[in-house]
């Protein structure tokens, strides 16, 4: 069994910054690729960013400039540091696993910008 544990959201003003944190425990032999998903009421969850085991990164064009996503194999952790957070950035943030072909979902953080 694999579990994913996120910390790191809450609530903060328009231009601040949030560090989201997923540590990934159980069952692991070796992850592929680690993420970030997020998601609002209504809609479908969309890809935030995502890190191969190599180093390889993607994001969404949405968040290019001001999210920077980082791991830790060492740890199992994906990070999502969050600079200039902006109202449309409201959302769920799901962290992801990709192990042996199967892929693993943390609980959600929520994440919100707000004055």
């Known amino acids: 069994q694999v579990q994913l544990v996120e910390s790191g959201g809450g609530l903060v003003q328009p231009g601040g910054s949030l560090r989201l944190s997923c540590a990934a425990s159980?069952?692991?032999?070796?992850?592929?690729?680690m993420g970030w998903f997020r998601q609002t009421p209504g809609k479908q969850r969309e890809l935030v960013a995502t890190?191969?085991?190599?180093?390889?990164?993607n994001y969404a064009d949405s968040v290019k400039g001001h999210f920077a996503i980082s791991r830790d194999n060492a740890d199992n952790t994906v990070y999502l540091q969050m600079n200039g957070l902006k109202p449309e950035d409201t959302a769920v943030y799901y962290c992801?696993?990709?192990?042996?072909?199967?892929?693993?979902w943390g609980q959600g953080t929520q994440v919100t910008v707000s004055s």
């Open positions: 159980g069952s692991i032999a070796s992850i592929n690729a």
């Open positions: 992801y696993a990709n192990i042996r072909g199967f892929t693993y």
């Open positions: 890190i191969t085991s190599g180093g390889r990164i």
